[in-house]
């Protein structure tokens, strides 16, 4: 494994690491960072319960970028590390259930860390997958999912890549 490899790997677990502590820092009482907030689950849809939310789009970047997605899986889901997000191959099938699955580490023979996935709660789940329909890019005919909403410009944060400084 090469150098960049391990900074890449280690980066990742303290991304898991630090966002499962806090959370259980919120389980104890103590007043951490507030979870993202706005989104409201709609369990009567099939599938994702925040497929008409943009706020759980909004949510879901959030939550991409902070347990360290982007660094697999690219900023703009077009992949590096891991398979891209925005085109239309997807190995274990594109429905919703089969991508919450693959997120927890719940499919055999998968490679993305389940620790990422078993950090993050139901609902964080499913905004991240809100996230990724939103910037798919693939063939329209292969959807087999509720399509979101479009995010208004005026919602749209600009971005601030994260900055992998390299060892010496």
């Known amino acids: 494994m090469t150098t960049r490899s391990y900074l890449v790997c280690g980066v990742l677990l303290l991304a898991g690491c630090n966002d499962a502590s806090s959370k259980a820092s919120k389980d104890q009482g103590d007043k951490g960072e507030a979870a993202p907030k706005g989104a409201v689950a709609d369990r009567s849809l099939p599938g994702n319960p925040f497929a008409k939310s943009v706020d759980a789009i909004l949510d879901g970047k959030k939550l991409y970028l902070n347990y360290g ?87 749209v944060q600009p971005t601030v890549p994260f900055v992998v400084v390299p060892v010496r």
């Open 69 to 155: 997605c982007a660094a697999c899986h690219g900023m703009g889901g077009g992949g590096g590390m891991g398979k891209p997000l925005i085109d239309d191959e997807w190995k274990f099938g594109s429905d919703d259930k089969t991508l919450f699955k693959l997120v927890r580490g719940e499919i055999p023979n998968q490679t993305m860390p389940n620790a990422i996935g078993k950090s993050l709660t139901d609902d964080e789940v499913w905004k991240v997958l809100m996230y990724v329909r939103s910037i798919y890019a693939g063939d329209p005919g292969k959807i087999d999912w509720t399509v979101p909403p479009p995010v208004p410009p005026t919602r």
